[in-house]
């Protein structure tokens, strides 16, 4: 079965006090959740080690914002993924449109990343996700499929299914605007079709999380159905009360899964 799971993706935002501060207050709101949602925080690279011993036994994950597509050596700037699997990481994101759009990482870049995860025993987080304009072309799906068949086409599709795969359409990622239910939902199960295609049975066996604009007030709704297995969150993860509401609506969703299963049974 798969658990739930929200990522917080404080991107290039926080200080050392700032994180103190945060981490605290999160951490004591976070723990009723802790057994039925598993956690991830992915702060900037400087902070790995602070968010580390603040995370200590809570049951929360470490998690990177990228990772070097290179082993080691000359690649100035970069972070490889053993240096971050040393640091205590357990996950990686991967192929973020931030990093699509502002630096430039193709698809076969970010696949190569995404192997470098791989090696580890981290689970790679890849984002996937279309632009306004191409939702508007009805290119959608064409753009997901090609993200993914990259990845297939250099780790196999065994490779992206050991992943996480964030469904985070570019036009909802920090604008405000959300996907609605409806379209979270068709693109959720159109990625898990896509994974059919390749080898039935799984589509269901990988989680597919939703990002965009998440906030406590649509949180319930986009999480409502079973095809979303979580979150990955951007500006909401930087206030605790935000973020613990959203994790609470996502409990709440997985409760009410669970006693209708129970009716059903
Ligand atoms: P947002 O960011 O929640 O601020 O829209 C999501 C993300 O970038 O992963």
Known sequence: MRKPILIANWKMNGSLH???ALLVRM???LRPFRKTIDM???PPFPYLFQVRDLLGYTGLSLGSQNASSAVSGAHTGEVSATMLQEMG????LVGHSERRSLYQESNANVAARHKQVLATDMTPVLCVGET????E???TMTVIERQLQAVIDASGLEGLSSSIIAYEPVWAIGTGKTATPEQVYEIHRAIREFLDTRQAG???SVSVVYGGSVKSGNAAELFQSPEVDGGLIGGASLQA????LITAALADTVAEAGSLCGMLD
């Open 202 to 204: 799984t589509g269901q």
């Open 18 to 20: 700032a994180n103190q």
């Open 89 to 92: 990481c357990r996950y990686v």
């Open 241 to 244: 009360d935000e973020f613990a």
């Open 137 to 139: 072309q009805g290119q």
């Open 132 to 135: 306004l304009e191409e939702r």
């Open 40 to 42: 991830v925080i992915c």
């Open 27 to 29: 951490l004591a709101k």
